[in-house]
């Protein structure tokens, strides 16, 4: 039975939403001229990522999926949804896994973890892996999704910079391959909890190298005024791997560097590389213990739009870690580790879009005398809370028809009653576009579902799996009912 579509709900606040970090004064954005709008790159296989591979337009205009017409998807399963392409998928797990394989199939040898704070679901998880990648995770959520996938608990990883007893247990009475350590306080409770379950446990230390990387300063990870990891400046990284090395019922596994996300440029993991390296190498030399391993993170960005840079491929990533590690250890003196990595966004992100029905469409005058035409979606920052966060730039086309009118400048908004809720900062769209015509908007894979909510008691929208011309369930729609099922007044 076709589900009923969700249409805009709540006014929108009035004037254009502000743009800069949280805090700035609003008025300013009054003020600004608003970026150059431009149109969304084609879904033809050939525009630098940012939609799914298999997506094309129809003979009749209308974007079709791995084979499925999104006039099809809307009508069975409702609109807003994330759409996504599982071959796609596959195939981005698959090529890490083959160009690391390859990198280091001369030095120690790699492992890849699919980074699931991106998106997780079982269905994920169990691709990921049957492609030949290992799971990382970040809580005890995340940790019993990859357990239920069937993923062996000696290919899933524990990070957290705050676990909790019951995580850490189940990482311990599931095998976990490695736990990693965050703080001295932690190499405490996990020492203590593995003692009371006479296991050993493996684990890891985060490395705060000083490098910041990424394209907003709440997702670069590894300078010294942020929650992550022991500086490895300050002391704090030594001084828990030697609190490690003395503890029996800890196996120190190795260290772990993470220095941001949506990362274009790789000369950050140059300089975070040799920085770990050469703590293994001290290490090594005040205690004849070499570490085996050494983990560089992730956070390899993608394209969001046509005007970002092409991002790194991963044979391009794989072939920099791996001619670092063999420098630097060379010029160390040490034997090289195995390397692990952990891209997520970069795998999952392209491989999604999200697809929406137009509600409330109206011109609005600039303060420069121009005009933008606002459209509003049947969703927003609940689905896609990205552009109010993190300032994180999208695109979108006309997904349910051709159209040769004019294109208009543009901005995507949601139906929450915030004046920041926007999809889509500026975009160049058709000038006819009406209410009931279905928008799509590319590289939504990566924290849009994770990091969705229920703000103003939205039900979040479902995910669906595309493949050879059909379309399966992997996280059902939120009803009303599920919302009200909580609400124990």
Known sequence: MAQRRHHAGPRQRPGPARRGRPGADVSAAHAAAPPPAAPAPEPDGTSTGVWPTSVRRGDDGALVVAGVDVRDIAAEHGTPAYVLDEADLRGRARAYARAFAAAFADLAGADVYYAGK????????????????????????????????????????????????????????????????????????????????????????????????????????????????????????????????????????????????????????????????????????????????????????????????????????AAALAGVVRRACAELGTAVPRVSVEPGRSIVGPSALTLYTVGTVKDVQLDDGGRRTYVSVDGGMSDNIRPALYEADYTAALAGRASAAEAVPSRVVGKHCESGDIVVRGVALPADVAAGDLLAVPATGAYGRSMASNYNLVPRPPVLAVRDGAVRVLVRRETLEDLLALDQG
């Open 118 to 317: 991106a998106f997780l679901s079982v269905a994920v998880a169990r691709w990921v892996h049957d492609e030949g990648l290992r799971v990382d995770t970040a809580t005890g959520g995340e940790l019993a999704v990859a357990l239920r996938a069937g993923v062996p608990g000696g290919h899933i990883g524990l990070h957290g910079n705050n676990k909790s007893v019951d995580e850490i247990v189940t990482a311990l009475e599931q095998g976990v391959g490695r736990i990693v350590v965050d703080s001295l306080a932690e190499v405490d409770v996990v020492a203590r909890l593995a003692a009371e379950r006479g296991v050993r446990a493996p684990v890891m230390v985060r490395v705060t190298t000083g490098v910041h990387a990424g394209g907003h300063e709440f997702i670069a990870t590894a300078h010294e005024d942020q929650k992550f990891g022991l500086s490895l400046t300050s002391g704090a990284a030594r001084k828990a791997v030697d609190e490690i090395l003395a503890r029996p019922d800890l196996d120190l596994v190795g260290l772990h560097s993470h220095i941001g996300s949506q990362i274009m440029d790789l000369a950050g993991f140059e300089v975070a590389a040799r920085a770990v390296l050469g703590l293994r190498a001290q290490v090594a030399a005040d205690t004849g213990y070499l570490m085996p391993e050494v983990d560089l993170g992730g956070g390899y960005g993608i394209a969001y739009t046509g005007a970002d840079a092409t991002p790194p491929t991963p044979e391009e990533v």
